[in-house]
Nanobody
Framework: QVRLVESGGGLVQPGGSLRLSCAAS????????RGWYRQAPGKQRELVAR???????NYADSVRGRFTISRDNAKDTVYLQMNSLKPEDTAVYYC?????????WGQGTQVTVSS
């Protein structure tokens, strides 16, 4: 089992920055994908960014160039640095860890971009 705890959300003005953190505990040795997803009110959950075991990353078109996903293996933590935030980035952000046959999700952290 894997437990994920997100932090770092909050209220920020357009153009501002936030860094989300996702701390993992439990059985993470075979985890091969770590990612961030988001869900805005009335919309489906969508991929924001993910990082594979090889270090390869990919991003949603809407955030490429503004967001950066990274990980600290020593701390079992994955980060999402969000710059140049826009009102349309407002959503609950979820951390997801995946391995063959299993997905693990955090409880989510709210990000609100508003003036």
């Amino acid at each position: 089992q894997v437990r994920l705890v997100e932090s770092g959300g909050g209220l920020v003005q357009p153009g501002g920055s936030l860094r989300l953190s996702c701390a993992a505990s439990g059985s993470i040795l075979s985890i091969n994908t770590r990612g961030w997803y988001r869900q805005a009110p009335g919309k489906q959950r969508e991929l924001v960014a993910r990082i594979f075991g090889s270090g390869t990353t990919n991003y949603a078109d809407s955030v490429r160039g503004r967001f950066t996903i990274s990980r600290d293996n020593a701390k079992d933590t994955v980060y999402l640095q969000m710059n140049s935030l826009k009102p349309e980035d407002t959503a609950v952000y979820y951390c997801r860890y995946g391995r063959n046959g299993a997905d693990y999700w955090g409880q989510g952290t709210q990000v609100t971009v508003s003036s």
